[in-house]
């Protein structure tokens, strides 16, 4: 069974630092790009940051840089991929999307509709 399975969300307040956790699992995730995006209800989801197969090449969106780190494992039998949240602000609440493209390799893409496989999400909440 193919799965990816966020974790590590939770209530913070301004200025906290997070880890989120997704565990790939099911198919070979090693030779794909990954990625995080986040949504608040009634908006898009929006792109966060991606990495590349071998975690060589990193993207992030502008309003991260500097504040979230986005990182991989390329374990045995599955893929770990997180998400390193410091100095959170209130406008990072959102339910966090890990994200696979299939044999994705260099290509980093920001349009959800490029990627194959997706977790459940997990809600990060930012009070200030």
């Known amino acids: 069974q193919v799965q990816m399975v966020e974790s590590g969300g939770g209530l913070m307040q301004t200025g906290d630092s997070l880890r989120l956790s997704c565990e790939a699992s099911g198919r070979t995730f090693s030779s794909d790009s990954m990625a995080w995006f986040r949504q608040i209800p009634g908006k898009e989801r929006d792109f966060v940051a991606g990495i590349t197969w071998g975690g060589g090449r990193t993207l992030y969106t502008d309003s991260v840089k500097g504040r979230f780190t986005i990182s991989r494992d390329n374990a045995k039998d599955m893929v770990y991929l997180y998400l390193k949240m410091d100095n959170l602000k209130s406008e990072d609440t959102a339910a966090y999307y890990c994200?696979?493209?299939?044999?994705?390799?260099?290509?980093?893409?920001?349009?959800?509709?490029?990627?194959?496989?997706w977790g459940q999400g997990t809600q990060v909440t930012v009070s200030e």
């Open positions: 994200a696979s493209k299939a044999n994705g390799f260099n290509y980093m893409s920001r349009d959800p509709e490029h990627y194959d496989y």
